[in-house]
């Protein structure tokens, strides 16, 4: 088959979707490929953490540790990228689940950082007068009070933050409810694996095992795969798969902990009613098997952050792919006449979408190779 539309976009994660519902309603006719169904990848298994403050909790990291105010809040480009992304999610999050008809799942429960040492606390009590100007109110906590908010809750003598902003979606409800919007504004979805884009006189063209796709332009957002679309066309952009690995935990007791207990790694008890305890991060290539070694850190850390958790019946415990870079950051930006990338989402690719997909309808609107927003450009690379 052959078919042709203005864009093609290829990846139906949420930077490809959010991308693909942005343009069609600029009065473009779009198309979405996509090898597996919607949410099949990192943008449904996610944690669905919406934190335009706090660094992710994707780490090695243990209890035994001192962590500086810059490694508690997030990098401050980061943090800008952040903030307008998280603010994009307010304003359009109704909308998105009123077209869908789609219950995200909104989960307002304030994260509670806890402190390991004296440094991590004098750098907490600079980060809480600073959230609180900002809007985010966040009240330093003794042990004492920490206790008495949940007396499962372990923590130090040096007690903890607890912030009011940051919140939970549910990602496969979230990006299946922007597939719906997407083809609710006339988007086409379609399975179709893609083996390579090529670049015409007057376009583009996508080679699939279904057949080929024309368009004016494609739209490579297809995650940590995306360099392997781009590189024959002899751009190589610096993203890699971050293997990510969460637990979802059956809580002994049924009665709920209201707040994202935030340490070495995240505890959250999300909506499903299930403990998830999330992440790990390691390097090892597209390796999708579940590991001994990242079950035992987070049941050892969630062990050390909550009474009993390393005890709870494991209910599933799933990996998934980070589209990471070098500096955190999406990388946004055209390698040739007809084929722009839009990928880099990270650990924080779901806060971000909204935002990529804005940046690269307007790139379409004014014709222009880069993104407004040189933090995500990928100029700084190439
Ligand atoms: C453990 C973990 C927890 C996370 N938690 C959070 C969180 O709490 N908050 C947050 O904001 N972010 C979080 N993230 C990050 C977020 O999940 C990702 O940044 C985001 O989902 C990436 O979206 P994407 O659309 O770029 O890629 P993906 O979701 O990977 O989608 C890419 C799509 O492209 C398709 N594809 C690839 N190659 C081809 C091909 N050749 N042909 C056709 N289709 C193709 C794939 O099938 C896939 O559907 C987390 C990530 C991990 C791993």
């Not at 693909?20 to 490929?33: D, E, I, K, N």
């Not at 607890?162 to 086409?188: I, M, N, Q, T, W």
């Not at 209201?258 to 505890?267: D, F, I, N, R, T």
Request: aromatic share 6%; with cysteine.
């Amino acid at each position: 088959m052959s078919a042709r539309s203005d864009v093609v976009v290829v990846g139906a994660g949420v930077f490809g979707l959010a991308t693909a519902w942005q343009v069609v309603r600029s009065g473009r006719s779009v198309t979405v490929l996509d090898r597996a169904p919607v949410g099949t990848e990192a943008s449904g298994w996610a944690l669905g953490r919406l934190d335009p403050l706090l660094r992710g909790s994707g780490s090695t990291g243990t209890v035994e540790r001192d962590l500086p105010a810059e490694q508690i809040a997030k990098p401050e480009a980061q943090q800008k990228l952040a903030l307008d992304s998280y603010q994009l999610h307010r304003e359009l999050t109704p909308q998105i689940e009123e077209i869908s008809g789609i219950d995200v799942q909104v989960d307002e429960q304030p994260t509670l950082q806890l402190f390991y040492s004296e440094q991590e606390r004098s750098a907490g009590a600079d980060l809480a007068s600073a959230w609180s100007s900002m809007g985010f109110p966040t009240e330093l906590m003794s042990q004492g009070e920490i206790a008495s908010l949940d007396s499962r809750i372990l923590a130090r003598q040096f007690g903890g933050a607890l912030v009011k902003g940051p919140y939970f979606v549910d990602s496969l409800r979230f990006v299946r409810a922007l597939a719906s919007c997407a083809r609710h504004e006339g988007v086409e979805l379609e399975t179709a694996s893609v083996t390579s884009v090529e670049s015409t006189s007057d376009g583009a063209t996508v080679h699939t095992d279904q057949g080929h796709y024309e368009a004016a332009t494609v739209i490579l957002a297809a995650g940590p795969w995306t360099p392997g679309l781009s590189e024959p066309l002899g751009v190589e952009i610096p993203v890699h798969p971050s293997k990510g690995e969460i637990l979802r935990l059956q809580p002994k007791s049924s009665e709920r902990f209201g707040v994202h207990v935030h340490g070495p790694c995240s505890l959250v008890n999300k909506k499903d009613g299930l403990v998830w305890v999330a992440a790990t991060a390691a390097e090892v290539g597209f390796d999708r098997t579940p590991s001994d070694a990242a079950r035992e850190q987070l049941l050892e850390n969630a062990g050390k952050m909550m009474t009993g958790a390393d005890d709870w019946p494991i209910l599933q415990h799933t990996v998934c792919f980070r589209p990471a870079t070098p500096d955190d950051l999406p990388v946004v930006g055209a390698i040739s006449d007809n084929v722009i990338v839009a990928t880099g989402g990270g650990g924080s690719g779901i806060v971000q979408c909204l935002y990529v997909g804005q940046q690269v309808s307007a790139m379409l609107e004014s014709a222009s190779p880069e993104p407004d927003s040189e933090l995500i450009s990928l100029r700084r690379f190439v």
